[in-house]
Antibody, heavy 122, light 107 residues
Framework: EVQLVESGGGQVKPGGSLRLSCAASGFMFSSYNMNWVRQAPGKGLEWVASISSSSSYIYYTDSVKGRFTISRDNAKKSLYLQMDSLRAEDTAVYYC???????????????WGRGTLVTVSS | AIQMTQSPSSLSASVGDRITITCRASQGIRIDLGWYQQKPGQAPKVLIYGASSLQSGVPSRFSGSGSGTDFTLTISSLQPEDFATYYCLQDYSYPRTFGQGTKVEIK
């Protein structure tokens, strides 16, 4: 089955760290760019970070630069998000999403995991 | 960063209604825009990409249009399963940016 499954969420104190994982199955993980998107409780979607298929290109939203690190292990078919110096405003459901590419030049997120909840609270 | 302004933030409609949601980019993004549907407790799902291309498996009552800065998502005849929140997302440049969302509720 083609799917993404996130894990690693939980409750952590401000200033703490957490590492999220996203396990891919059913498709050639190494061929796809991957992304993390988050959603704070009751709020909209926010793109967090992206990594290209070979890890050559990495991008972050400004609010997590210097605190979060996206990485991947193509041999293990896994995507990661190392989150350090966590803040209350990082509280959210974190989704991993696969980047699909259409020959017309369009990119879109065609496969999503169910998400993992990160709560930053003292 | 490109700002995506989505409107309205919410709307009430009846089954069978035609509805339109708009998204405006703070600068031109060609046709590099997608529309996503999210139901409570679920992950988002892509409906439209490249401004007007219908994702496989998505009903034809969904359509998208626009280019440059102004885009629309239209549902031609609202069905019970369409009550959800809709987001636009620009894929023209990084950082990727979503619109604020439009919650479609039952009238």
């Amino acid at each position: 089955e083609v799917q993404l499954v996130e894990s690693g969420g939980g409750q952590v104190k401000p200033g703490g760290s957490l590492r999220l994982s996203c396990a891919a199955s059913g498709f050639m993980f190494s061929s796809y760019n991957m992304n993390w998107v988050r959603q704070a409780p009751g709020k909209g979607l926010e793109w967090v970070a992206s990594i290209s298929s070979s890890s050559s290109y990495i991008y972050y939203t400004d609010s997590v630069k210097g605190r979060f690190t996206i990485s991947r292990d193509n041999a293990k078919k896994s995507l990661y998000l190392q989150m350090d110096s966590l803040r209350a405003e990082d509280t959210a459901v974190y989704y991993c999403a696969r980047d699909a590419y259409d020959n017309s030049g369009s990119w879109y997120y065609d496969l999503w995991g169910r998400g993992t909840l990160v709560t930053v609270s003292s | 960063a490109i700002q995506m302004t989505q409107s309205p933030s919410s709307l009430s409609a009846s089954v069978g209604d035609r509805i339109t949601i708009t998204c405006r980019a703070s600068q031109g993004i060609r046709i590099d825009l997608g529309w996503y549907q999210q139901k409570p407790g679920q992950a988002p799902k892509v409906l439209i990409y490249g401004a007007s291309s219908l994702q496989s498996g998505v009903p034809s009552r969904f359509s998208g249009s626009g280019s440059g800065t102004d885009f629309t998502l239209t549902i031609s005849s609202l069905q019970p399963e369409d009550f959800a929140t809709y987001y636009c997302l620009q894929d023209y440049s990084y950082p990727r940016t979503f619109g604020q969302g439009t919650k479609v509720e039952i009238k």
